[in-house]
């Protein structure tokens, strides 16, 4: 397959410079020719080395390989490339192509070098010329494909101690970083090795692929730029008199930082082909493998485009499902850019629908939704995603089976978020006097807020017959009412409280789009009556309401069985009362406030001074609840 052209006399030499002393390799110029006719080896997916020089090959628009015995050449397709090297500190010279049709060199560039056809020869042969360890020859021109007979390669190794040139952990490996970590990134260090000796003061050069994502400074610093994506950092030892040069590099991916709310996140970043975000969305383009951010999609007739991903062939339905999201929290929004092949008979519609759950798009709700694309252009749609479950996935399909290439970017499933919480305006009267002070008990449906300067709520608990205030069970947090922001106290829905104020008049808030966590069962035993009515009694349970011992003399403020035996009463709607386990109450029919603010004792209620309440058909009850006539302690009283 190779012809190694090695002159004799170089070999003796060679051997009598080592005899002498000499370590180092020779320098003269050497030649491997590959012929195609007879080797077959060539995989798209593997590197070909054969001795010093070694082929890599990247897939164009069909699969690379050798043909048979029929037609002995490569067939290259529109898009492929090789790449073709000697060991680090060689230099290839000259490149002598040689194809199966004349003027193909045409359809064929090069990175480095000058690449031309050979004056005085057919156009079959072709020559690249330069200094360059390693040259990279990519197909072009119109669509098709190039025949490649065989490979001439003229070449030289280094006489110099071969250096390695290292990054250490990060080298040739990708470092991302995300928006906001800017200034606390740090460059890897570079280090260059001559065997098992470090060099002292090495001069290194770098180099950004992508001064638009990051430059990097003559120390090898970076400065992150406006764009987001990845860059090669590349840094270069040219070497001296002693030692070979050597280069090695490291890629930043550089993202912008996501928002917590984000569950699910595919950019199609890493995929550096051609095709839709650089404006182009017809002909040969996206031809790479497709590379993706996240394992676990399914994909059919997938390709790469230019940080974007392309699905579908000409003559065939392209097909993409997301890994599996957890969407088991709750509802989600499903965003994502998508556009269409641009010829004129390509279809524009696709399918996108979810495995588990509904998509809500344009009104409609259904487990699919049809969206239709725009040629030649990137539009964004979004979407609501409800029923999701731990495992749902998403997937987005060409309708027809031809002619329907679309392209697909920023896939992001983030979660709904939480609506602003609104505040209402709302004012309470509190009655009950105690001295100076005024008392009610409360409850609601909503959450409440109680602005710190108005009033104090407390739970009540009971233990032994004494009555126990816990005012420490609610948190004093901010809350911005529209106007001003204010100190207070969120009080979960349904949820029974005592009120202690200053004044009788209190102003407080319900709150909307906003949770409060309920307080456990034994910190509270006060019970809400928001609808009010009769409640039910449990048994092993006695109990008891907000009411005056001395109800001539407005005094002896404190809780009181509502009903004979502490049995189930009357409560009015918006308040609360006290529902104590029968040991805990310790036989007490009432507990009586001390009068002051910050504390609350429990004592046996003066059955003596409690009313006597009657209807007007003479029948004892226990409280004037609703409105009407009533004798209390054998004197009239109106109930509004």
Same mark, same amino acid.
């Given at each position: 397959?190779?012809?190694?052209?090695?002159?004799?006399?170089?070999?003796?030499?060679?051997?009598?410079?080592?005899?002498?002393?000499?370590?180092?390799?020779?320098?003269?110029?050497?030649?491997?020719?590959?012929?195609? %006719?007879?080797?077959?080896?060539? &995989?798209?997916?593997?590197?070909?080395?054969?001795? #010093?020089?070694?082929?890599?090959?990247? %897939?164009?628009?069909?699969?690379?390989?050798?043909?048979? =015995?029929?037609?002995?050449?490569?067939? /290259?397709?529109?898009?492929?490339?090789?790449?073709?090297?000697?060991?680090?500190?060689?230099?290839? &010279?000259?490149?002598?192509?040689?194809?199966?049709?004349?003027?193909?060199?045409?359809?064929?560039?090069?990175?480095?070098?000058?690449?031309?056809?050979?004056?005085?020869?057919?156009?079959?042969?072709?020559?690249?010329?330069?200094?360059?360890?390693?040259?990279?020859? $990519?197909?072009?021109?119109?669509?098709?494909?190039?025949?490649?007979?065989?490979? %001439?390669?003229?070449?030289?190794?280094?006489?110099?101690?071969?250096?390695?040139?290292?990054?250490?952990?990060?080298?040739?490996? $990708?470092?991302?970083?995300?928006?906001?970590?800017?200034?606390?990134?740090?460059?890897?260090?570079?280090?260059?090795?001559? !065997?098992?000796?470090?060099?002292?003061?090495?001069?290194?050069?770098?180099?950004?692929?992508?001064?638009?994502?990051?430059?990097?400074?003559?120390?090898? *610093?970076?400065?992150? !730029?406006?764009?987001?994506?990845?860059?090669?950092?590349?840094?270069?030892?040219?070497?001296? +008199?002693?030692?070979?040069?050597? $280069?090695?590099?490291?890629?930043?991916?550089?993202?912008?930082?996501? #928002?917590?709310?984000?569950?699910?996140?595919?950019?199609?970043?890493?995929? #550096?082909? *051609?095709?839709?975000?650089?404006?182009?969305?017809?002909?040969?383009?996206?031809?790479?493998?497709?590379?993706?951010?996240?394992?676990?999609?399914?994909?059919?007739?997938?390709?790469?485009?230019?940080?974007?991903?392309?699905?579908?062939?000409?003559?065939?339905?392209?097909?993409?499902? *997301?890994?599996?999201?957890?969407?088991?929290?709750?509802?989600?929004?499903?965003?994502?850019?998508?556009?269409?092949?641009?010829?004129?008979?390509?279809?524009?519609?696709?399918?996108?629908?979810?495995?588990?759950?509904?998509?809500?798009?344009?009104?409609?709700?259904?487990?699919?939704?049809?969206?239709?694309?725009?040629?030649?252009?990137?539009?964004?749609?979004?979407?609501?995603?409800?029923?999701?479950?731990?495992?749902?996935?998403?997937?987005?399909?060409?309708?027809?089976?031809?002619?329907?290439?679309?392209?697909?970017?920023?896939?992001?499933?983030?979660?709904?978020?939480?609506?602003?919480?609104?505040?209402?305006? =709302?004012?309470?009267?509190?009655?009950?006097? +105690?001295?100076?002070?005024?008392?009610?008990?409360?409850?609601?449906?909503?959450?409440?807020?109680?602005?710190?300067? =108005?009033?104090?709520?407390?739970?009540?608990?009971?233990?032994?017959?004494?009555?126990?205030?816990?005012?420490?069970?609610?948190?004093?947090?901010?809350?911005?009412?529209?106007?001003?922001?204010? &100190?207070?106290?969120?009080?979960?829905?349904? $949820?029974?409280?005592? /009120?202690?104020?200053?004044?009788?008049?209190?102003?407080?808030? *319900?709150?909307?789009?906003?949770?409060?966590?309920?307080?456990?069962? +034994?910190?509270?035993?006060?019970?809400?009556?928001?609808?009010?009515?009769?409640?039910?009694?449990?048994?092993?349970?006695?109990?008891?309401?907000?009411?005056?011992?001395?109800?001539?003399?407005?005094?002896?403020?404190?809780?009181?069985?509502?009903?004979?035996?502490?049995?189930?009463?009357?409560?009015?709607?918006?308040?609360?009362?006290?529902?104590?386990?029968?040991?805990?109450?310790?036989?007490?029919?009432?507990?009586?406030?001390?009068?002051?603010?910050?504390?609350?004792?429990?004592?046996?209620?003066?059955?003596?001074?409690?009313?006597?309440?009657?209807?007007?058909? !003479? =029948?004892?009850?226990?409280?004037?609840?609703?409105?009407?006539?009533?004798?209390?302690?054998?004197?009239?009283?109106?109930?509004?």
């Amino acid at each position: 397959m190779k012809n190694q052209l090695l002159n004799l006399k170089m070999i003796a030499l060679m051997c009598l410079m080592m005899v002498l002393g000499g370590a180092n390799v020779w320098a003269e110029a050497l030649t491997e020719t590959f012929d195609f %006719k007879v080797d077959h080896k060539i &995989s798209e997916s593997q590197p070909y080395t054969d001795g #010093d020089v070694t082929f890599t090959f990247t %897939k164009g628009t069909k699969t690379t390989l050798a043909f048979n =015995q029929n037609d002995p050449s490569l067939r /290259l397709y529109y898009g492929a490339t090789m790449t073709i090297s000697v060991p680090e500190g060689g230099e290839i &010279s000259s490149i002598a192509l040689t194809y199966r049709q004349d003027a193909a060199y045409n359809k064929v560039t090069a990175n480095v070098g000058t690449y031309s056809p050979n004056e005085g020869t057919s156009y079959k042969t072709s020559t690249w010329k330069g200094t360059a360890s390693s040259v990279k020859f $990519t197909v072009g021109g119109t669509p098709g494909h190039i025949r490649l007979q065989t490979v %001439k390669v003229s070449y030289s190794l280094s006489d110099k101690t071969k250096t390695i040139l290292s990054f250490g952990s990060n080298d040739k490996n $990708t470092i991302v970083v995300n928006s906001g970590e800017e200034e606390s990134f740090v460059a890897p260090t570079v280090s260059v090795k001559a !065997g098992e000796s470090s060099l002292v003061n090495p001069v290194i050069t770098y180099k950004s692929e992508n001064s638009a994502v990051a430059d990097v400074a003559s120390d090898g *610093t970076i400065t992150f !730029g406006s764009e987001y994506g990845t860059t090669k950092i590349t840094a270069n030892y040219a070497g001296d +008199d002693t030692y070979a040069a050597s $280069t090695s590099y490291y890629i930043i991916n550089y993202k912008k930082a996501l #928002d917590a709310s984000v569950i699910f996140y595919e950019s199609f970043d890493e995929n #550096d082909g *051609t095709g839709g975000n650089d404006g182009k969305w017809k002909d040969n383009i996206a031809t790479n493998v497709l590379k993706s951010d996240n394992l676990g999609w399914t994909c059919v007739n997938e390709s790469g485009a230019q940080k974007c991903a392309k699905f579908g062939k000409s003559k065939e339905k392209g097909l993409a499902t *997301t890994p599996s999201i957890d969407l088991s929290a709750g509802d989600a929004v499903l965003a994502f850019k998508a556009g269409a092949w641009n010829i004129d008979n390509e279809k524009t519609s696709i399918i996108v629908s979810v495995d588990n759950g509904k998509l809500a798009y344009n009104g409609k709700v259904a487990s699919e939704q049809t969206i239709t694309l725009k040629k030649g252009e990137f539009s964004d749609y979004t979407m609501t995603i409800s029923g999701g479950t731990s495992a749902t996935k998403i997937t987005f399909t060409a309708i027809q089976d031809k002619n329907n290439r679309f392209f697909l970017d920023e896939v992001i499933v983030s979660k709904v978020a939480a609506a602003e919480p609104t505040y209402t305006a =709302q004012t309470l009267k509190l009655i009950a006097k +105690d001295d100076e002070s005024y008392y009610a008990t409360f409850s609601s449906d909503q959450v409440t807020f109680f602005p710190i300067d =108005q009033a104090m709520p407390y739970a009540i608990t009971v233990a032994n017959g004494k009555i126990t205030e816990k005012s420490n069970m609610f948190e004093s947090k901010e809350a911005s009412t529209g106007s001003e922001t204010i &100190s207070g106290y969120y009080i979960p829905a349904k $949820t029974g409280i005592m /009120l202690h104020s200053t004044a009788s008049d209190v102003n407080y808030y *319900t709150v909307g789009n906003y949770t409060v966590a309920a307080l456990a069962e +034994d910190a509270n035993m006060l019970m809400p009556s928001v609808a009010g009515g009769k409640f039910t009694a449990e048994t092993g349970k006695v109990y008891y309401k907000l009411a005056y011992g001395d109800w001539t003399n407005k005094t002896q403020l404190g809780f009181y069985w509502g009903a004979d035996y502490g049995g189930a009463f009357y409560v009015k709607a918006g308040t609360a009362y006290l529902a104590v386990p029968k040991a805990k109450a310790a036989g007490a029919k009432g507990f009586t406030l001390n009068g002051e603010a910050t504390g609350i004792e429990g004592v046996n209620a003066n059955v003596e001074n409690a009313k006597a309440i009657y209807n007007l058909n !003479g =029948q004892r009850v226990a409280s004037m609840a609703k409105p009407g006539l009533y004798i209390v302690n054998g004197k009239k009283v109106v109930r509004k």
